[in-house]
């Protein structure tokens, strides 16, 4: 009789299921025999913009040195961002994308007979990490689709040790403004790590979404976590960063595995905070994309929820899982969200004014058909 592997995981592990990423563009071409120059990809928030110039030749420039493991302190990108952010490279960590920084967060922290505090309708990664070390996550019901903050600190006890909120938050889109967040940082216990997850923090507008590098000085406890996925446009390098306290970054750094950030993505990292250009045109295009979806399904009779990321979720109105499928079947990738609790809504991420179209047309004509 063979060996049950999946009995000897841990429990927390035993009780997970692997985390569901977007359709790639090659695999649906495979399984329909489409041609996948003419499907469009809206399921990951990605860039639709393509890297930047800038980007592209930094990492031909550090081509020739592949044979060479990448500067395990990341000193230059750490350098550029402490600048950026107004803090020492001591409060900086890097990881191989911001779930890294998610990960390192929970490995560090947590532990069997501890507890992690997050939102309904949150980013699947904080209960995964959570329960891949043996805590409890506790998902705290949202209000609106969004995060209920005093909720949430109510749900803090003796024995939490972190909190993750999303601003915004994904899948949802939903945010909270600067004074929700103040009012949240004052009361929570000193000795319970909040982790600020601002994935999406380029997209927004003035003031209307707080900036969490602003608290750090006040809040010791207090850990934003950053990344180069979305609006910088290197979802494939996997970069992501943390600024904390010099002591939880220290923490950190003491289970971030070694060279967790290639020597290309360093590269890639380096050039895009140089490239203000390209940022302000990602942004551009999302605020004008974000209104041609809305525009058209307005016209469609459909309700989303209030965004601030590169990302609406919409409500179908029924079952959104065979809509989702007869998407596919058109060219149009999606994100189904019913695994986060949302089976009526898809999560359509913003493309280019050509891809907005074809999807608007794609649900068209599947909407039609009832």
């Not at 041609?35 to 020739?64: C, M, Q, T, Y």
């Not at 500067?71 to 961002?81: A, I, M, Q, T, V």
């Not at 140089?274 to 974000?290: F, P």
Request: aromatic share 8%; net charge negative; glycine share 8%.
């Amino acid at each position: 009789m063979s060996c049950d592997f999946l009995a000897l995981a841990q429990p927390g592990v035993q009780k997970l299921s692997p985390y569901v990423p977007g359709k790639p563009v090659d695999e649906l071409a495979r399984e329909l025999n489409l041609d996948p120059a003419k499907i469009v990809k809206l399921a990951s928030n990605e860039n639709p913009l393509g890297p930047s110039a800038k980007v592209i030749e930094a990492i031909r420039g550090e081509l020739v040195e592949m044979t060479r493991y990448p500067d395990g302190n990341g000193f230059e990108l750490k350098s550029k961002l402490a600048e950026r952010c107004g803090v020492t490279t001591a409060q900086v960590t890097l990881g191989n994308g911001s779930n890294d920084i998610l990960d390192l967060v929970a490995r560090a922290y947590l532990a069997p007979g501890l507890n992690a505090v997050f939102s309904q309708y949150a980013f699947a990664v904080y209960p995964i990490s959570t329960q891949a070390v043996g805590a409890e996550g506790r998902a705290v019901p949202a209000k609106d689709w969004g995060h209920d903050l005093e909720a949430m600190l109510a749900a803090i006890d003796a024995n939490t040790r972190v909190v993750f909120v999303a601003n915004p938050n994904n899948p949802t889109g939903t945010w909270f403004g600067p004074d929700a967040l103040e009012r949240f940082l004052s009361r929570v216990p000193e000795n319970v790590l909040v982790v600020l997850d601002e994935a999406y923090i380029e997209y927004a507008e003035g003031d209307e979404l707080p900036d969490g590098l602003k608290y750090l000085a006040r809040y010791p406890n207090l850990l934003v976590s950053r990344t180069f996925s979305k609006a910088y446009g290197l979802a494939s390098l996997r970069v992501g960063y943390a600024i904390s306290s010099a002591q939880v970054a220290e923490v950190l750094n003491r289970v971030r595995q070694p060279f967790n950030v290639n020597s290309l993505a360093l590269a890639a990292a380096c050039a895009a905070l140089d490239d203000a250009e390209y940022l302000a045109e990602g942004k551009r295009v999302n605020d004008a994309g974000m209104q041609q979806l809305q525009d058209g399904l307005r016209a469609l009779d459909l309700n989303w929820i209030p965004s601030k990321g590169n990302f609406l979720a919409v409500d179908m109105q029924r079952e959104a899982a065979p809509i989702y499928q007869a998407l596919l079947a058109e060219g149009v990738i999606v994100r189904p969200v019913g695994g986060y609790g949302m089976p009526q809504h898809l999560r359509i991420s913003i493309g280019l004014p050509q891809e907005n179209a074809r999807f608007l047309e794609a649900l068209a004509k599947v909407l039609a058909r009832g």
